[in-house]
């Protein structure tokens, strides 16, 4: 059976959590301030630093955080200037790299002919009256031609896994399904090139040598991934 937070917490002298977009770890970290456990939170991404520590105005920071690149090293260390900031090594890219080349079994085609779209949820950021995400697919649909000559586009869309699995049925087509694979990896190894906004599974695909491009409809955002190699649709 799953512990209660106050179980988990009570008897320990250090919590590992993560800095995710639920409540969860937040009243955790909370919980374990209160009992004087040290506290360590991994942040494994490039957005929204402070906010992932405050809820109801309330901000509860950790002894340490945990990044895993250069660039979250130095954002982290400007935003949290009392806090120990520790770069590891991201040996979850290095794996999930790995892992994608042997799942590979076509070579990568150019140009391409398999698109695979990493959607997410943009917390209710609209653009031109749509949520930000539907107005990305549809700015990607509509510029195909920027991206690709062949007249044989699949593309996939993988859901976020807080999304609803019916949340883009309204964007299949004879070419367009949803991912139905459990595994990130197979999706990335089924790929030609790989779109999305700014999911960390775009800085996976790079990683793995996959093109990459970010699909903000211009006016809207910017991708905030520090990885030269994800192209702009915008300015393609």
Aim: net charge neutral; aromatic share 10%; proline share 5%.
């Amino acid at each position: 059976a799953l512990l209660s937070i106050t179980d988990v917490v009570k008897g320990a002298n250090t919590l590992l959590s993560g800095t995710g977009w639920g409540d969860l770890e937040y009243y955790a970290r909370d919980d374990a301030k209160k009992k004087g456990v040290y506290n360590i939170a991994v942040i494994d991404h490039w957005t929204a630093y402070k906010e992932r520590f405050v809820r109801n105005n309330i901000k509860i920071l950790p002894d340490v955080i945990i990044v895993s690149d250069k660039f979250a090293r130095n954002q982290a260390d400007k935003i949290f200037p009392d806090v120990q900031i520790l770069e590891l090594d991201n040996s979850y890219l290095h794996y999930e790299s790995r892992l994608i080349s042997s799942y590979r079994v076509k070579a990568i085609n150019r140009p391409p002919k398999r698109i695979l779209a990493l959607m997410e949820p943009c917390r209710n950021d609209h653009f031109n009256g749509n949520l930000l995400e539907f107005a990305s697919l549809e700015y990607l649909f509509d510029n195909l031609n920027r991206i690709t000559d062949s007249k044989e586009v699949e593309i996939c869309l993988r859901p976020h896994p807080s999304e609803k699995r019916d949340k883009y049925d309204s964007f299949l087509r004879k070419n367009i399904k949803i991912s139905n694979n459990l595994s990130l990896g197979e999706d990335l190894a089924w790929a030609d090139l790989v779109v999305g906004m700014q999911s960390y599974a775009m800085a996976i695909a790079v990683h793995a040598c996959i093109p990459t491009i970010s699909i903000f409809p211009p006016g809207s955002y910017k991708c905030i991934l520090p990885y030269s190699e994800i192209k702009h649709l915008s300015d393609l």
